[in-house]
C-alpha cells in the first residue's frame, strides 16, 4: 500500500512566517521592550510605510479588515438612514461592516467572468433605486480574489450620482489597474491585514487610505473614541487600533509584499500552462489590470468530484465563498437585493473552488499540483 502524500495546504500564513523569521523575531523583539503598545512609533511608521507604497497621502491602522470599513463610513458620515450598496459574493466582512454602522446594504449581482460587481447593475440601481429603501449614499467595489473590479465605469456612475465610492481591498494588496495600485482610484479604501492575505500580519489588523486629509483625520479620531486630545471626545467614536506588535510584523511583511506578489503570478502562470486544454479554464485576467492571485480560482460544475481527485493526491483546496451572504441564516430574506436578483452569484457559489497559491510553495509542490491538474483532462 503507497502512504497518502503529504498535503499541501490551501492556505499556508505559518509559511509566511517562517520565510522572514529572524527580522520579524527582532522586530516583535523590538516593539516588545519599547515598553508601548498602542499607537505607538511601530504603528506611525508602518502607516508612512503602507501609504508611500501604495501610493496614497494617509494610511490609518485599524483592528480589522471589516473596522477599516466601517471607519470610512463613519467617517463619510454614512450609518442609519443611509444605503450602501454591495455584492453579496463576497467575505461576509463586507456586508457586517455597512451593518456595524446602522446603514442598508443593497447586494447587487456580479460579472460571471471576474467574479466583481456587475458596474451596469451599479448604474442601474444609481439612477433607480429599489423602492423602500433609504438613500443611496456609497457603493462598496470588492476588488476579489487579487483583481480589480471594472472600477472606471463604476467611478462614473457614482461621480454623476453623487455617491462615494469605497475599495474594498481585502484580497487584492498591489494590484493595479491602469498602472495604479487598487486603493488609490475612490474615495478612500480598505485593507483587511489578516495571517492569510498577501500582507497579513500573525493576528487581526487592518489599514485604511485616502487622499482626502480631512476624512483621515476625523477617521484617525474616531478609531480611538473620537479623541483629539486624550480623554476628550470631539466626534462619537470607536476603539479600533492595530497593536504595535502586529505593525512592526507588517513592517517586515511589506518588505517582501512585491517579490511574494511576483511569485504568486509566476505560480499562476505555471497553473494556466497545466490547465490548457483541460475541462477547467485558468482565471479570466482584465486587461490593462495587475493581479495578485490572492486566490486562484477555478469553476466547474463537477466541483466536488475535482475537489475529492485534488485531495487524494495531496492537495488541499478551497471554497471561496460556499454560501453568499443573501442566502446566509443571518441575512435570507432580510437583506434587499438589486434587479438581477444576484443570480449570477448564486451559480458562481456552486461551482468556484480555490487552489493553493502563497509565495512559499516550493518549485517542487507547485510541480505536484500542475500534474494534478494535467491529470484532470485525462
Not at 175 to 197: E, I, N, Q, V, W
Not at 243 to 253: G, H, N, S, T
Not at 285 to 301: C, I, K, N, S, T
Not at 303 to 329: C, D, F, N, S, W
Amino acid at each position: 500500500m503507497h502512504d497518502s502524500p503529504i498535503m499541501i495546504p490551501q492556505a499556508n500564513p505559518g509559511a509566511g512566517y517562517l520565510a522572514q523569521k529572524e527580522a520579524i523575531d527582532a522586530a516583535v523583539q523590538r516593539a516588545l521592550a519599547s515598553g508601548w503598545y498602542i499607537l505607538g512609533k511601530e504603528g506611525e511608521a508602518f502607516e508612512q510605510e503602507f501609504a508611500a507604497w501604495l501610493g496614497a497621502t494617509r494610511a490609518i491602522g485599524c483592528a480589522n479588515g471589516t473596522d477599516a470599513l466601517a471607519l470610512i463610513l463613519r467617517g463619510l458620515g454614512i450609518g442609519e438612514g443611509a444605503t450602501v450598496a454591495t455584492v453579496s459574493h463576497t467575505a461576509v466582512a463586507t456586508v457586517a461592516a455597512i451593518e456595524m454602522v446602522g446603514a442598508t446594504p443593497l447586494l447587487l449581482d456580479i460579472d460571471p467572468d471576474t467574479y466583481t460587481m456587475d458596474p451596469d447593475e451599479l448604474a442601474a440601481v444609481l439612477e433607480d433605486p429599489p423602492p423602500g429603501l433609504p438613500p443611496l449614499r456609497a457603493a462598496i467595489a470588492v476588488h476579489l480574489y487579487g483583481q480589480a473590479c471594472d472600477l472606471d465605469p463604476m467611478l462614473e456612475a457614482c461621480g454623476r450620482a453623487g455617491v462615494a465610492l469605497i475599495e474594498d481591498c481585502a484580497q487584492c494588496h498591489g494590484a493595479t489597474l491602469h498602472g495604479r495600485k487598487l486603493g488609490t482610484l475612490g474615495t478612500a479604501a480598505a485593507f483587511s491585514l489578516y495571517p492569510t492575505k498577501n500582507l497579513g500580519a500573525l493576528g487581526d489588523g487592518g489599514v485604511l487610505a485616502t487622499d482626502d486629509f480631512e476624512l483621515a483625520d476625523r477617521i484617525a479620531a474616531i478609531r480611538q473614541y473620537g479623541w483629539k486630545e486624550r480623554y476628550v471626545s470631539s466626534l462619537v467614536g470607536v476603539n479600533s487600533r492595530l497593536d504595535e506588535i502586529q505593525a512592526a510584523i507588517l513592517r517586515v511583511k511589506l518588505t517582501a509584499l512585491d517579490a511574494g506578489n511576483a511569485r504568486r503570478r509566476a505560480i499562476a502562470a505555471a497553473f494556466d500552462a497545466a490547465l490548457a486544454g483541460g475541462p477547467l479554464a485558468p482565471p479570466m485576467r482584465r486587461e490593462d489590470a495587475e493581479h495578485v492571485f490572492h486566490q486562484y480560482v477555478l469553476r466547474g460544475p463537477r466541483r466536488a468530484e475535482v475537489m475529492a481527485r485534488l485531495k487524494a493526491q495531496g492537495i488541499g483546496t478551497g471554497i471561496h465563498y460556499p454560501v453568499p451572504v443573501h442566502l446566509q441564516p443571518a441575512y435570507k430574506g432580510r437583506v434587499a437585493l438589486g434587479p438581477a436578483g444576484c443570480a449570477e452569484t448564486t451559480r458562481a457559489a456552486e461551482e468556484v473552488f480555490s487552489l493553493p497559491i502563497y509565495p512559499e510553495l516550493s518549485d517542487a509542490q507547485v510541480e505536484r499540483i500542475c500534474a494534478a491538474l494535467r491529470g484532470l483532462a485525462e
